[in-house]
């Protein structure tokens, strides 16, 4: 997995920056129930999509486990961030009217570890409360290109966040489907230059980046067409789930 302490100052801009993150904030924003009052922002960040869920009224929590990062984002919501483990939430349960988590459940080292994490997503919801959360994530970035066409032969492992699973995480936390939307993730289309730096950096969590296969998979990326044109951008899944009300 990358250093996302180390990652902090390049992240917004290697990640689509304002634009992805005006998308993913009014995706979540659109699952939200109207009365929703507070939201925490699991693995928050740098606080780009935490300070627009917070411009939309709500009071808005962030954490993040790493310290740049939750530094960055308390630069941008003052007060509002928490540097706190997501297996291990630093909050009281019910404490929340909605929880969302973008971009984690990927990370996460296997399916108990994701598990662990919806368990704490749902313990720290108020009845009646939803967690909105990203699946599929990997997948997003296959859009066909012929970038994908070389990456096809690489180990991939099977997704902890992958849609049946995440719903199978919330079901054993007593959490009901409530809905789904899609977004772009604005800025992120690859380029066969930069999946090549990817691949270096360790991005790509089953290729080693200094053995073998990165070498072959980076000169195959390197003989195609376009080194510096971006192919399309991914389209990223939500889903959201319902605590049932009291009573």
Sequence with gaps: MLDYGKEADRYDASRGGEPRADAAAAAVLDLLPPDTGTLLDVACGTGLVTRRLA???LRVTGVDAAYNMARMASGRLPGAIVLGDSRRLPFPGASFDAVCAVWLLHLLSGPDEAAAVAAECARVLRPGGVFVTTVDKAAAHDVG??????????????AVDRAQAVEAYAAAQGLTPAGGARFRGHGQGRTPRSTVDDIHRGWFTQIPPDGPQAARLAAGLAALPDQEVPRPDPRF???SFRRPPAG
């Design 55 to 57: 411009g939309a009224g």
């Design 145 to 158: 290109s012929d970038i994908d066409a070389v990456l096809a032969p690489r180990p991939v492992r099977q």
């Design 237 to 239: 899944t939500l889903k």
